[in-house]
Structures are given as structure tokens and as C-alpha cells.
């Protein structure tokens, strides 16, 4: 699987759009990008993902450069229940049983 | 439809002794896994199954043992626990080979305690 990159923190306000980075500049032309995030203490909830173009779904749009080596993960009004950790994973299609998490982005939504 | 159930939410042990972390689905998923989480740390995997009868093992598979009987139940056996599994466990379960991609449902997690 490729490598991701995500910064370990950012800030957001409440309202506004939040816009997490990943890189994967080893990513592979059959990997897809995944995105989760984990809500304090509870599991990890799947958001969002990708290949080549881009992806829109209600809970956030998915960025992906047309050289594929990054992305970004758009929550177009970030609201305090969006503040959680988001984690970029990169993998190939079909072969979900298992899912390398790094230890993501920590994202504070603040009123 | 209850998802993915995991019991208990809770539990201590003493080192040496034995348990059962209980999983199971009811979404008819073929994919079941099992990662645990320490503080400040990303999911890592344990074992994993891609169908009844058939598991393998995952990044730190060493003093965890699986078994999947059912497509239904995929418990966690600590043989005999150490201080060092403390940690949050999570299993996930994933609809299978048939689809393109697999999204992943996690279980609300048991946080176990080894004193």
C-alpha cells in the first residue's frame, strides 16, 4: 500500500470549510483513496473515496490532483460535530478486510 | 439492521488470565476484522477473516487467537493476557470480493484493562 502524509492537527471554525490534505506521491494506478474519521472514543466511520476524479457525497467532496500524488478532503460547513480525527488511507480496490490507519489528521472545529 | 455489536464495552483482567472478545454482524458481510488501538495511535490490524472458516493474520497477531465459525461471529481470544494489550479493540466487517470496493463498519469498541 502507499505511504500517506497528513498533518498531525488543524483548526477549523464552525461554519466554515474545512479542508484536510493527504499526500500519497507512491500511490499506484489501482489504488484508490479512502477516507474515515474517528469520533472520540468510538469507531471509525467511513466517509468518503476515490480514484482518478473527484467524489461528492453529504458528508464531504473529495479532491484528487490529476497526477494523483495528493488529495483533499472538503467538509464545505464544518460544524462541532465534525471535530475528529481523519484518516487518509490509500488501497487497493477490492480487498477491503483490512485497512492500514496511520495515526491521521486531528481536526478542532471551534465555535 | 444492529450493525456491528462488540461485547463487552468494558473489562479488566489480571496478567494470565483468559477471555473472549465477542463480534458479530448482521448485515451478512464476508469480511470481518479485528484492530486494536492504543493511545494517540491509528487502528492496527490483529487477524482478520475473509469468510467462514478461513482467517489469517494481521500485524500483531501474537497472543490473540480468532476463530469464524459462522459468517454471523467473529470472537477474539486472549489466551493469557499481558499489561501490554491493554487497549481499545475494534472489529469491522466489510460486504466481500463481490463488491469493488469495501467500505468497513466498526463496532462501537471494548476498552480492556490488564493489570
Known amino acids: 500500500d502507499a505511504k500517506t502524509t497528513q498533518p498531525t492537527s488543524m483548526d477549523c471554525a464552525e461554519g466554515r470549510a474545512a479542508n484536510l490534505p493527504c499526500n500519497h506521491s507512491t500511490i499506484s494506478g489501482n489504488e484508490y483513496v479512502y477516507w474515515y474519521r474517528q469520533i472520540h472514543s468510538q469507531g471509525p466511520q467511513y466517509i468518503i473515496h476515490?480514484?482518478?476524479n473527484n467524489e461528492t457525497n453529504e458528508m464531504a467532496s473529495l479532491i484528487i490532483t490529476e497526477d494523483r500524488k495528493s488529495s483533499t478532503l472538503i467538509l464545505p460547513h464544518a460544524t462541532l460535530r465534525d471535530t475528529a480525527v481523519y484518516y487518509c488511507?490509500?488501497?487497493?480496490?477490492?480487498?477491503?478486510?483490512?485497512?492500514?490507519f496511520g495515526k491521521g489528521t486531528s481536526l478542532l472545529v471551534t465555535p | 439492521n444492529a450493525g456491528v455489536t462488540q461485547t463487552p464495552k468494558f473489562q479488566v483482567l489480571k496478567t494470565g488470565q483468559s477471555m473472549t472478545l465477542q463480534c458479530a454482524q448482521d448485515m451478512n458481510h464476508e469480511y470481518m476484522s479485528w484492530y486494536r488501538q492504543d493511545p494517540g495511535m491509528g487502528l492496527r490490524l490483529i487477524h482478520y477473516?475473509?469468510?467462514?472458516?478461513?482467517?489469517d493474520q494481521g500485524e500483531v497477531p501474537n497472543g490473540y487467537n480468532v476463530s469464524r465459525s459462522t459468517t454471523e461471529d467473529f470472537p477474539l481470544r486472549l489466551l493469557s493476557a499481558a499489561p501490554s494489550q491493554t487497549s481499545v479493540y475494534f472489529c469491522?466487517?466489510?460486504?466481500?470480493?463481490?463488491?469493488?470496493?469495501?467500505?468497513?463498519?466498526f463496532g462501537p469498541g471494548t476498552r480492556l484493562t490488564v493489570l
Open positions: 469491522a466487517s466489510s460486504l466481500g470480493s463481490h463488491t469493488i470496493y469495501n467500505e468497513q463498519f
Open positions: 476515490g480514484l482518478k
Open positions: 477473516s475473509v469468510g467462514a472458516g478461513i482467517t
Open positions: 488511507i490509500v488501497r487497493v480496490s477490492n480487498s477491503g478486510y483490512a485497512l492500514n
